[in-house]
């Protein structure tokens, strides 16, 4: 079956449920065709349930990259000197220094290490649709978080701190003829003192980018990678889950996030970027990250089920049992993880109990028995 597809261990194949109520099989226009997450589909299998993805990606790579390269929209008033020759904001007169990670270098490293690291976890893991659900989640949150800051810089954006040596302002420029973009607001304000790019000499290139300042393209990309990352490592480690994990784990976790951290602060010290315009770049990329997550993965915080990808034509038959595909898609294999029937180990050992009208196990929400009191049959001396 080759390094994607589950071994016998983990239990046969298993069709999918993919019948309505009455117990029909759906066929109706506009349903995936149904596939069973346990072995690796054809390129053309692939293909009809991904097709709309990927035409989807496509087009909003394209409206990302048309408002990227587009002039920014709105005419920002900004203050220069005051009467006496004194800056009005030095904070937006910074020297121009050169960038300590590009732009392209970020979001090479956000896309490329989580991929690396989805493509060495199917060492145990070995299931075609977990690489194929971790990849496009992340390209889920990648283009999305990428889309969502072009926008916000382009119509609302801000001053980097070295715009003003980039602008090289001209006051003598200032015009308020009809016509001209930004009549009316040069030389006015209080006191008279803010004015429009028109005064502008410098680069035209550099002064677009130097208006579009938040949020931080670095920092959404850097955040919606490593952060997905992050969750994918939590799931398929069991970090927060039902056992109690060594120490290394808990810092694999969060080192993807310190690595978006520092590509986020180094932006600050380049002066390419305002802390506001990072923070705001670190919440739009994790917000994706956390979206894409979701939709790919059965749950983003429930240990139970947050290693298991989703299959887009059968709902996942939650609780347990042999109904439930990839149950064993971890990484880890302590207290039972990815070794026991589905994977799971859904024992009355690790808290689940037999329940419910359909003799499916059931989780915390099922539990149709009685934990026995805390340290009940057991010596205190034998606790530690």
């Known amino acids: 079956m080759g390094l994607f597809t589950r071994h016998p261990r983990d239990g046969p194949a298993v069709a999918p ?59 920002r008033s900004f203050a220069v000197t005051f009467s006496d020759g004194e800056v009005v904001y030095p904070q937006f007169a910074y020297p121009m220094r050169k960038e300590i990670i ?11 290490i ?34 969502f800051q072009v926008f916000i810089k382009w119509l609302i954006g801000g001053l980097r701190p070295h715009f003003l040596t980039v602008c090289q302002p001209d006051l003598s420029k200032a015009s308020n003829t009809p016509g001209i973009v930004g009549a009316g607001y040069n030389a006015k304000g209080f006191q008279q003192i803010y004015y429009t790019r028109e005064v502008c000499t410098g680069d035209e290139k550099e ?16 955040f919606a990678g490593f952060v997905f990352l992050s969750l994918y490592l939590n799931a398929k480690l069991k970090v927060w889950s039902n056992y109690h994990p060594a120490m290394w784990k808990l810092v694999a ?7 978006a951290c520092l590509i986020g602060g180094a932006l600050t010290i380049d002066e390419f ?18 979206s894409a997550y979701r939709m790919t993965y059965a749950a983003i915080w429930d240990w139970r089920y947050n290693h298991i990808p989703l299959n887009r034509s059968s709902p996942m038959m939650f609780g347990g049992g042999e109904g439930m595909e990839l149950g064993g898609a971890t990484f880890t294999r302590r207290v039972g993880w990815g070794s026991s029937g589905a994977g799971f180990p859904f024992t009355k050992e690790h ?26 049959g057991v010596r ?3 606790i530690v």
Request: glycine share 12%; net charge positive.
């Open 102 to 112: 590009p732009i392209w270098l970020a979001a090479f490293l956000a896309a490329m």
């Open 380 to 382: 205190g001396d034998n």
């Open 114 to 147: 989580p991929i690396v690291v989805i493509l060495f976890m199917q060492i145990r893991v070995r299931s075609f649709w977990d690489v194929n659900n971790g990849i496009i989640g992340l390209l889920y949150s990648l283009i999305t978080a990428a889309v």
């Open 17 to 75: 449920a993919a019948h309505g109520t009455n117990g029909h099989a759906r066929t109706r226009r506009g349903h995936h065709e149904p596939y069973t997450m346990t072995t690796r589909p054809t390129f053309g299998q692939w293909i009809k349930v991904t097709w709309l993805d990927i035409l989807t990606m496509a087009a909003m790579g394209a409206i990302g990259l048309g408002v990227y390269m587009a002039r920014p929209a709105p005419t």
């Open 273 to 290: 970027h305002n802390w506001y315009d990072v923070l705001a770049g670190a919440v739009i990329g994790t917000m994706m990250a956390f």
């Open 351 to 376: 808290g689940f109990f037999e329940g419910g009208s359909n003799g499916h196990h059931h989780g915390a929400a099922g539990f149709n028995g009685s934990r026995k009191p805390v340290g009940s």
């Open 207 to 222: 002064i677009n980018d130097s208006l579009e300042s938040m949020p931080s393209g670095h920092t959404t990309a850097a």
């Open 253 to 259: 976790i969060w080192a993807p996030v310190l690595g």
